[in-house]
């Protein structure tokens, strides 16, 4: 089942902390301040959730696939998420524990320093 702006706004509403309208407001303001910070190409980092990124893809031979003939695909920006291990851990239905790996110390799960290393940080 898929996840709607409606979804989300019917369970703020059920929650009983904002009213229909006002989760209505917050969802639409969340969603055009993501959206306004990715179409300047700025990331958008949500800790514990992910990050949004914009990156440019150069220009690049390809092919139509119907008639197999060859065609230039012209330069264009596209949007990547990252997931967090947090997220990723919840999806795998595993418990994370620990800092994330931008919060850790420089000689955090190194080789050599007798701490454990987590597994995807090195």
């Known amino acids: 089942m898929t996840l709607t702006k409606a979804d989300i ?13 006002e989760a209505s407001d ?14 300047s190409g700025r990331d958008v980092l949500i800790s514990g959730f992910g990050k949004w990124s914009v990156r ?14 060859p065609l230039m695909l012209s330069a264009r920006r596209v949007i990547t998420f990252r997931p967090s291990r947090v997220l990723k851990a919840a999806i795998a239905g595993e418990e ?12 955090q799960g190194e080789k050599g320093t007798g701490k454990a290393l987590r597994p995807g940080y090195f």
Not at 9 to 21: D, F, N, P, T, W
């Open 9 to 21: 706004v019917a369970r703020l509403y059920a929650q009983g902390i904002l009213s229909k309208s």
């Open 96 to 107: 994370v524990s620990g800092p994330e790996p931008s919060d850790a110390g420089p000689d």
């Open 26 to 39: 917050a969802v639409e303001r969340s969603l055009e301040l993501i959206k306004d910070s990715l179409a």
């Open 56 to 69: 440019e893809k150069a220009q690049r031979r390809g092919r139509n696939p119907q008639t197999g003939n």
